[in-house]
């Protein structure tokens, strides 16, 4: 649910500012980072000689994947909106997902999984169908988010299993700094800009504490116990929010099937929960 305040935070950062895609993902990785950093150097908790080289490809695998994410995801914001664009790029990642796991690993999904992903894309559909305007522009957001998707999958992927020793925090703050890091040439490139004011840094603050750091630790620390499959369709309640808040805030339009797909949405999630006859797995 904080992921699904990102979209929107965003959208009003570049408007208040003029802040171009790349740096908002730039900011938001940036801010995100050094908060969490400041907090773990504060706490002690934080020892750069200790990285090993298990953590620093995982801190750098992270880091890369998710400035790829969100880079993508702004852009896709930018072209279709902060509904359309996080619908399709978050409800297309447990697709990716399933897809890597059966190709990969040759697991197949069983019932249970694959009715909640059913549920999932029915919803998605339905507040797609109710928020699709018709244009180039549009069209062009929905590719791009299809590869934002599979972008958050990788990052899911990558940590289905915790290294020892690098807790949630600790990645989430040393992957976000070093991804934001990478941005900062991209940025250069493809369109830099600075938050100003006291609304354009407000929200650049929200965007990287609230939006980004906590949401991300939740939901690193989450994937030690969850599949990453469900992890992801869970966090289908992202483009729920994101949908509500884009027609709420941005006058953006929900049709009426919005509740309908917000209810098999929910249905999914439910659906998902831990079974008292399932062994606890993280695979």
Known sequence: ML?????????LLAEASAVPPASVAMWRMLIAGSTLTLWL??????????????MTVRILATGALTAVFEVLYFTGIALAGVGLATLVAIGSAPVWVALWDWLRLGERPGGRRVLALLLALA??????????????RALAG??????????????????????PGLG?????????????????????????????GADGWGYALALGIASTALAYVAYLSGLATVPPFVATVVSLLEPLVAA???????SERLGPWALAGGAALAAAVVLLRPQRDEPESIH
Do not use: H, I, Q, Y
């Open 168 to 196: 949630a925090a600790r990645l989430t703050a040393l992957s976000f700094s070093a991804g934001g890091l990478m941005l900062v040439p991209v940025a250069l490139v493809l369109g830099w800009g600075v938050p100003s």
């Open 142 to 163: 929905v590719a791009v988010a299809v590869v934002t998707g599979a972008a958050f999958a990788g990052v899911t992927v990558v940590n289905r299993t915790p290294v």
């Open 244 to 250: 509500v808040l884009g027609a709420l805030v941005l």
């Open 123 to 136: 919803g998605l559909g339905a507040l797609l169908g109710s928020s699709l305007s018709v244009g180039d």
């Open 41 to 54: 150097v504060a706490r002690r908790a934080l020892a750069l000689g200790a990285l090993d080289r298990a």
């Open 3 to 11: 992921w699904g305040t990102g979209g929107l935070l965003g959208a």
